[in-house]
Nanobody, 116 residues
Framework: QVQLVESGGGLVQPGGSLRLSCVVSGFNLDYDTMAWYRQTPERQRDLVAF???????RYANAVKGRFTISKDNAKNTVYLQMADLKPEDTAVYYC??????????WGQGTRVTVSS
């Protein structure tokens, strides 16, 4: 059964850092390409970063150089380390497959608020 549980969000000042975690079940992180997405009321759920089964990573231009996606296959966990946070990073963050066509369910997400 597919399950995703995101955590680690919170309120942080501009320039601060957070690390998000996503514990998954029903996935095989050795093979599945996993992604972090974020959503605001004004925008659709945008892909922020993804990591392949082999560990290759890609980032949206808006977060490149500030965010780092990683995973621990043994712990079935995907991480998103966020640094130099900006107010425009405020969103609800979700993890899931990078291929939207393969997504069957979403977790509850974790809210990140960047504000002074």
């Amino acid at each position: 059964q597919v399950q995703l549980v995101e955590s680690g969000g919170g309120l942080v000042q501009p320039g601060g850092s957070l690390r998000l975690s996503c514990v998954v079940s029903g996935f095989n992180l050795d093979y599945d390409t996993m992604a972090w997405y974020r959503q605001t009321p004004e925008r659709q759920r945008d892909l922020v970063a993804f990591i392949t089964g082999e560990g290759s990573t890609r980032y949206a231009n808006a977060v490149k150089g500030r965010f780092t996606i990683s995973k621990d296959n043994a712990k079935n966990t995907v991480y998103l380390q966020m640094a130099d946070l900006k107010p425009e990073d405020t969103a609800v963050y979700y993890c899931n497959r990078a291929n939207r066509n393969e997504i069957t369910t979403w977790g509850q997400g974790t809210r990140v608020t960047v504000s002074s």
